[in-house]
């Protein structure tokens, strides 16, 4: 069974920063690409950023320059370093990842970590 857990989400004041992670585990042969969304209270799901088992990497207009995404392919991790966070940047936060398991590909989602920016 393959799991993503996300960590590190929280309350932080606008102008900081949070780093979230996202570890999969289980019966993983291989990971392909692997990216963080959000959801804000109302709104659609968003994607905020994407990087390939390589390591190329795409942004959302609106967190470009701001977030980051990097990856830990020995830890099977992603990471989302968020700077110079902004009231409209609070969500829950996701990440998403394509994985080979036993079997076949598969899409495969975390439970979310809620981010909050507020004074």
């Known amino acids: 069974q393959v799991q993503l857990v996300e960590s590190g989400g929280g309350l932080v004041q606008p102008g900081g920063s949070l780093r979230l992670s996202c570890a999969a585990s289980g019966s993983i042969f291989s990971i392909n690409v692997m990216a963080w969304y959000r959801q804000a209270p109302g709104r659609q799901r968003e994607l905020v950023a994407t990087?390939?088992?390589?390591?190329?990497?795409n942004y959302a207009d609106s967190v470009k320059g701001r977030f980051t995404i990097s990856r830990d392919n020995a830890k099977n991790t992603v990471y989302l370093q968020m700077d110079s966070l902004k009231p409209e940047d609070t969500a829950v936060y996701s990440c998403?990842?394509?994985?080979?398991?036993?079997?076949?590909?598969?899409?495969?989602w975390g439970k979310g970590t809620l981010v909050t920016v507020s004074s």
């Open positions: 998403y990842a394509e994985i080979l398991g036993r079997l076949s590909w598969m899409n495969y």
């Open positions: 990087i390939t088992a390589p390591g190329n990497t």
